[in-house]
């Protein structure tokens, strides 16, 4: 017995002629995707990207993140000589030239470089001095016109610089026993850039904390960005009566200083800190100073920087209160 169905199935698709040239043709339907952009090295995922940086390590000496290897320091064995060195100029290179490939590669090799010189880098800071060049809790602000590689802790810029400088020492120590190391080589770094940074990063902390500094990069354009700190109590107190006789709707409070416009001056015996106005690009000055004993802890220091603001915030109304 058959049965006859009088549903009728769509016919095929035709058949497209052959062309020589497969890659200029359309694809049959239903594949005709049109070109696809070409992969290129940045697309890689992160995590790949990261163990493609390790992967360029002696695989003696397993890699930064095994603990074996260290720039400096240490007692190697004469088997595993050739690998150090040979681990030396591969910082080398990923400092001068396979970090500026692009941004995702400049974050991997960041990650190995900075990892790999922080143990150098904290056994050369100065005691009382601390450090903390990234810390979990510091975030990037990137601002209207920055990087989001950026970070708002200012050490971190520092370890950059001395990791950039033992690379290249590293690698000339390596290269020739005629090169020495002078002592002066990181004399300024530890001496003047780390604490003035540190206590730049202690000063944002304890600001926001208080209320007195804001972490945030402010928009010009917002009507709420933080102002002037000798101006902000008169720009409160100026608005004039509306003609109904009701007073304006009140303003949301200033958040405080932003800690882009802030800086530090930093000597032996006093410390300042100093304000540069976005009114008058190029001229800073001081709105907070305190004296410092040679040996004294920057927290201290930060802490005393901290307390002169919030007594002016007191006395001019710098947040509106």
Not at 43 to 54: E, K, R, S, T
Not at 227 to 246: E, K
Not at 301 to 318: D, F, P, Q, Y
Request: net charge neutral; charged share 20%; glycine share 6%.
């Amino acid at each position: 017995m058959v049965i006859v169905l009088d549903e009728k199935l769509p016919p095929p698709p035709p058949y497209q002629p052959a062309d020589p040239s497969p890659r200029t043709s359309p694809q049959p339907p239903p594949f005709n995707r049109g070109p696809q952009p070409r992969a290129t090295f940045a697309d890689l995922p992160p995590h790949i990207l990261l163990h493609i940086v390790h992967s360029c390590f002696p695989s003696s000496l397993g890699g930064p993140s095994s603990g074996l290897f260290r720039p400096t320091g240490g007692v190697v064995s004469d088997s595993d000589g050739g690998a150090v060195e040979q681990a030396r100029k591969v910082l080398y290179w990923m400092a001068v030239c396979l970090r500026l490939v692009n941004r995702q590669m400049y974050t991997a090799c960041m990650n190995v470089l900075r990892s790999t010189y922080l143990p150098s880098y904290t056994s050369m800071v100065r005691p009382p001095y601390t450090s903390d060049p990234f810390p979990m809790s510091a975030s990037s602000d990137p601002g209207p016109n920055g990087s989001p590689l950026n970070s708002i802790q200012r050490e971190t810029a520092v370890l950059d610089l001395y990791l950039s400088a033992k690379a290249r020492e590293d690698l000339w120590l390596d290269d020739t026993e005629l090169h020495l190391e002078r002592e002066e080589t990181f004399k300024d770094l530890f001496d003047l850039n780390q604490p003035r940074a540190r206590i730049e990063d202690l000063v944002r902390y304890y600001g926001a904390r208080s209320g007195v500094i804001s972490s945030f990069t402010p928009n010009p354009s917002s009507p709420t960005s933080p102002t002037d700190p000798s101006s902000a109590s008169a720009s409160h107190s100026s608005h004039p009566p509306s003609p109904s006789g009701s007073s304006a709707p009140p303003q949301p409070s200033n958040p405080g200083i932003p800690f882009s416009s802030l800086s530090i001056s930093f000597s032996p015996r006093r410390v300042a800190l100093l304000y540069a106005s976005s009114s008058q690009p190029g001229r800073k000055r001081t709105i907070a100073e305190a004296d410092r004993a040679r040996d004294e802890k920057l927290e201290h220091v930060a802490k005393r920087l901290v307390k002169i603001l919030e007594r002016e915030r007191e006395r001019k109304g710098m947040l509106g209160g």
